[in-house]
């Protein structure tokens, strides 16, 4: 299927420590993106990678991007209380202008 | 507030009801869709417009009827669901369908169909 595969499905850690969750995907891409919903809510735009991206920044997010490994990984430095959220993926083909997304990582940050 | 806003925030239901989700953004953008998130799922796109007109409906069943009047407004009409609907309804919203540099989701309506 095309849906995004992530990995872990759930991880707790203790507040100050770094958070770093997997995504994988079968398809060719034309970007990436990264998602944070807090419970219950919708969700909200962290970042995005373009397929000719290696690595993004933004404050304390960092997004990698591997197209010949078809992975990319969103890591968390120093996380907080307020980082406690489901985390997604969602990608876009080159043939489909659809975002297609992963189940998620439910990150708990423990203080 | 992301500038989308959905109405009701919580929704109960009977089955033989008839009730209407309401989505409106004024961020000009042209792209609006309804998604279903069901626990440990991923998100379903259930619907899309683009400048008002569908251009995406995925397999949902008829008891699920989009309406979009305008670029701003959405709505989704709902009669005789299942229990199986209960979900978290999301409506979410882009420049444009082919413009796929992030989308800005509303809060959700949580359904539920007794």
Redesign the interface.
Known sequence: SQ??EEDPQALSIQEGENATMNCSYKTSI??L?W?RQNS??????LI?IRSNEREKHSGRLRVTLDTSKKSSSLLITASRAADTASY?C?F?SDSN???I????TKLIIKP | ETGVTQTPRHLVMGMTNKKSLKCEQHLGHNAMYWYKQSAKKPLELMFVYNFKEQTENNSVPSRFSPECPNSSHLFLHLHTLQPEDSALYLCASSQDTEYNYGYTFGSGTRLTVV
Do not use: I, M
């Open positions: 849906q995004g034309n970007n993106q998602y219950g809510r919708g969700l909200v735009h995005l997604f969602a876009s202008y659809q975002l997304w992963g189940a998620g």
